[in-house]
C-alpha cells in the first residue's frame, strides 16, 4: 500500500521560509517522479514543481523561490520554500507517478498525500 504523508507546514510572515517534507512508502520511491501541488481554498488544485531520476521542472510563480530535492535513501521528498508570498498559502499536496508526461496536471499523478497547510501573512 503506498503512502505520502506530508509535514513541515505552518504559518509564516511574507518573506519568509518553510521547507516541507513528503516520506513515502510501498513504492520503489527512485522510480517514482514527484511532484508538489497546491490548493487554495476556491481554487483548483495548482502545480508547483516536480522532480524526475534526472530534471526538475518548476511553475513560472514558484522558480527562484522555490526548490524541488529529494532524498532516495530516506524515501523522501522535499520542497524548500523561501521569499513566501500570501499568494502561496494554500494545502500542498505531494505526489506520485510513473508516467512520463501530463507531469504539470494532477491527472499526471498515480498517488497523493492528504497534505499539510502552509499560511503566509502579510
Known amino acids: 500500500q503506498v503512502q505520502l504523508v506530508e509535514s513541515g507546514g505552518g504559518l509564516v510572515q511574507a518573506g519568509g521560509s518553510l521547507r516541507l517534507s513528503c516520506a513515502a512508502s510501498g513504492l520503489t520511491f527512485n522510480r517514482y517522479t514527484m511532484g508538489w501541488f497546491r490548493q487554495a481554498p476556491g481554487n483548483e488544485r495548482e502545480f508547483v514543481a516536480y522532480i524526475s531520476r534526472w530534471s526538475t521542472f518548476y511553475a513560472s510563480s514558484v522558480k527562484g523561490r522555490f526548490t524541488i530535492s529529494r532524498d532516495n535513501a530516506k524515501n523522501t521528498v522535499y520542497l524548500q520554500m523561501n521569499t513566501l508570498e500570501p499568494e502561496d498559502t494554500a494545502v500542498y499536496f505531494c505526489?506520485?507517478?510513473?508516467?512520463?508526461?501530463?507531469?504539470?496536471?494532477?491527472?499526471?499523478?498515480?498517488?497523493w498525500g492528504q497534505g499539510t497547510q502552509a499560511t503566509v501573512s502579510s
Open positions: 505526489a506520485a507517478t510513473r508516467k512520463d508526461n501530463g507531469l504539470q496536471l494532477p491527472l499526471g499523478y498515480d498517488y
